[in-house]
């Protein structure tokens, strides 16, 4: 009997210790919100041994040290090569208005890219049309293709680049294809990958899940490549929320149709793009393209500046919401965002409130059914604050709205891949394109009124009608945010 309370009393005080030292390293760890650390100090007090293995699996932005290694010496080395599009005094004739520099300077402090002018953009009309006219590239590139996406299906819009790519690599182009390893895992798997391979496509699966029971060893299993790139003889890039798939988005039909939103970019823009390509390639596959990035090309004397701005868990974690802050606190008239996925830290949260308290006609619109039943709720218990603060908040019923826009006073754009949540922030690989072009910013306000056409105008009374468990029910999962 004594040996049975000596060994339970042992087993107790370990148990507690092995508690505290999950407490202190989620104290200890550097780069996060007082709101993670609460929150998981709470799952790990409230559920010890479930919190403990969940934290071990998902509580640290970890990508594994060698290849967080692999990355810095990556954007070190690269971020070192001059743009061909670069002029002597770093601005690539880009002409922004001195109300708008601050916007391209913080830009700047992500990847050390310069805004450069000289850009010209088109507005894809739908998810179809983006991929004809990528097609179109492709069976007209010359030199090279380098493509990148997070979810490529092997449905009829995915098989129709692999046909493409296949056409351009037996002619002699040299074609590059990246897919991240779970978000196209279908097609990776799939005859069509290894069908591009024999054709002389060279392939790469980004952040390889390997072995899913050592694969916690090596990093997160949830930190992916979420960038859509394409890139065709350093001369054209497309940007925007689209994956390569039909908008019918087969794996998650009943959402559908898919709704996204990309702009085919020409001008020196194009390099900054090329870069992130690089850097993701590179950190794949053995193999050393610094010499595409320095190749010259014309900047053109007429065009807008732009700016990319790519993110992810290797780059400061405060990098995208610091741009999505700065640029609602800098809207004076007008200020309407598309995302997805909304669950914002409290900064972000508090700076669109503000936006539309200092006068701002401030509008937001979100799918009204979303994919992610935890997202979607978490993002309805931010409504009633944003309703009060007198922001527009939308729901789209014409299909899944996945299109990520902002524009700013009908002049300044960003568009691209990042979400207005903790995973884009925090866990993914992100790309966007952030310009200044009072035109095509307009065009884009037309596509953003098309989309509120189609939605319902949510209201305060409507959301403070919710009944005691539904609000339970949002906050509750809302208050998981810092863990999700």
């Known amino acids: 009997m004594n040996n049975v309370l000596i060994t339970t009393g042992l087993l107790t005080i370990a148990h507690f210790l092995l508690q505290v030292a999950f407490v202190v390293r989620v104290i200890l760890r550097p780069h996060r919100q007082p709101a993670s650390r609460i929150a998981w100090i709470v799952v790990i007090i409230a559920a010890p041994v479930v919190g403990m293995i969940v934290y071990l699996l998902l509580g640290e932005t970890n990508v594994g040290r060698s290849r967080v290694d692999r990355m810095k010496k990556l954007v070190?080395?690269?971020s070192s090569i001059p743009l061909g599009t670069e002029d002597p005094d770093g601005r690539g004739g880009a002409d922004v208005p001195p109300h708008y520099a601050h916007l391209f300077q913080a830009g700047k402090s992500v990847n050390g890219f310069n805004v450069v002018g000289g850009n010209r953009a088109t507005l894809m009309?739908?998810?179809?049309?983006?991929?004809?006219?990528?097609?179109?590239?492709?069976?007209?590139?010359a030199l090279h293709v380098h493509l990148m996406f997070y979810i490529w299906l092997p449905d009829n819009n995915g098989c129709k680049v692999v046909e493409a790519l296949k056409r351009a690599a037996q002619r002699?182009?040299?074609?590059?294809?990246?897919?991240?390893?779970?978000?196209?895992?279908?097609?990776?798997?799939?005859?069509?990958?290894?069908?591009?391979?024999?054709?002389?496509?060279h392939l790469a699966a980004t952040l390889p899940l390997g072995n899913l029971l050592l694969r916690p060893l090596h990093g997160r299993i949830d930190l992916r490549n979420h960038r859509k790139i394409a890139v065709i003889d350093n001369k054209i890039t497309y940007c925007g929320s689209q994956n390569c798939a039909d908008p019918e988005f087969l794996v998650k039909a009943?959402?559908?149709?898919?709704?996204?939103?990309?702009?085919?970019?020409?001008?020196?823009?194009?390099?900054?793009?090329?870069?992130?390509?690089?850097?993701?390639?590179?950190?794949e596959v053995d193999e050393d393209l610094s010499d595409l990035l320095?190749?010259?090309?014309d900047v053109p004397t007429t065009g807008f500046p732009a700016q990319v701005i790519g993110t992810g868990p290797t780059i400061r974690t405060s990098a995208m919401p610091e741009i999505f802050e700065l640029l609602m606190y800098s809207a004076r008239r007008e200020l309407v965002i598309t995302t997805p996925y909304y669950i914002p830290d409290e900064p972000m949260q508090t700076a669109l409130c503000a936006s539309?308290?200092?006068?701002?006609?401030?509008?937001?619109?979100?799918?009204?059914?979303?994919?992610?039943?935890?997202v979607g709720t978490a993002s309805r218990s931010y409504y009633e604050d944003l309703l009060a603060a007198g922001v527009n908040v939308y729901e789209f019923e014409g299909g899944l709205l996945h299109a990520k826009t902002l524009t700013l006073d009908r002049e300044?754009?960003?568009?691209?891949?990042?979400?207005?949540?903790?995973r884009s922030f925090e866990l993914n690989y992100e790309n966007n394109i952030l310009f200044y072009d009072p035109?095509?910013?307009?065009?884009?306000?037309?596509?953003?009124?098309?989309?509120?056409?189609?939605?319902?105008?949510?209201?305060?009374?409507?959301?403070?009608?919710?009944?005691?468990?539904?609000?339970?029910?949002?906050?509750?999962?809302?208050?998981?945010?810092?863990?999700?």
């Open 412 to 422: 300044v754009t960003l568009i691209g891949s990042a979400n207005m949540d903790r």
């Open 356 to 374: 539309a308290r200092r006068g701002v006609e401030t509008s937001i619109v979100f799918p009204a059914r979303n994919d992610s039943w935890i």
């Open 76 to 78: 070190a080395r690269l």
């Open 294 to 297: 320095r190749e010259p090309q």
């Open 439 to 484: 035109t095509l910013t307009t065009e884009m306000r037309q596509r953003q009124d098309d989309y509120i056409s189609q939605s319902s105008l949510v209201s305060l009374e409507s959301i403070a009608a919710r009944s005691w468990r539904r609000r339970l029910i949002d906050n509750t999962v809302a208050m998981l945010g810092p863990v999700l």
């Open 172 to 201: 002699g182009v040299t074609c590059r294809a990246m897919a991240d390893d779970l978000g196209s895992r279908t097609m990776i798997a799939s005859q069509h990958w290894q069908a591009m391979k024999s054709a002389g496509v």
């Open 125 to 141: 009309e739908d998810s179809n049309s983006t991929i004809e006219s990528l097609i179109a590239d492709i069976d007209a590139a």
């Open 254 to 283: 009943k959402y559908a149709p898919w709704v996204d939103v990309m702009m085919r970019f020409e001008g020196p823009i194009v390099q900054q793009n090329q870069v992130l390509f690089a850097s993701d390639w590179m950190s």
